[in-house]
């Protein structure tokens, strides 16, 4: 399997529901246990958990990003900055899945949460160390795929 680096093993391929073959119920098991309960927030983003989301969903593999970061989404405080980027980043990988899928609405509406999740995080410009104009650009590129560009 290939390395993202920092000892996070990529995916031998894509999880699209309907199209591939999904991966063994414990092939994650081993990155979602890299979370330790009762983390703090400030902590999350150095667990390899949300390291191997972030590289899941720049390499294009949306469900595996899914999957993983629901592990750090679980520790995260309600209502807390973390827990709404964390959401956000799940509910992107999400919307280019429906992209994948061939799910034009559910993708915008998938968008239109990424947004509401941005915008609970009010005026912090990174959160776990991610941009919020990251994610604001993946909302678009999810857009202009669902124009065919």
């Known amino acids: 399997m290939p390395d993202a680096g920092g000892g996070i093993a990529m995916p031998p391929y894509a ?9 063994p119920e414990d ?9 330790p309960a ?7 983003a150095e667990t390899q958990a949300f390291r191997a989301g972030l590289a899941y969903l720049d390499a294009g593999f949306y469900w595996e990003c899914h999957e993983v970061l629901e592990a750090v989404w679980m520790q995260t ?15 992107l990988t999400n919307a280019h899945l429906k ?5 034009p609405r559910a993708a915008l509406r998938l968008c ?18 991610v941009d919020i104009a990251t994610v604001r650009a993946g909302i678009a590129k999810v857009r202009l795929n669902l124009r065919g560009g």
């Open 38 to 44: 009762g983390a703090a927030p400030c902590d999350l």
């Open 15 to 23: 999880y699209v529901p309907g199209q591939t073959a999904r991966h």
């Open 112 to 129: 239109d949460m990424v947004e509401a999740h941005v915008q609970r995080i009010g005026t912090a410009e990174v959160i776990l160390g």
């Open 77 to 91: 405080p309600q209502g807390s900055p973390e827990r709404e980027m964390v959401q956000a980043l799940i509910q």
């Open 99 to 103: 992209v994948l899928m061939a799910r």
């Open 27 to 35: 092939w994650f098991d081993g990155i979602k246990a890299s979370v």
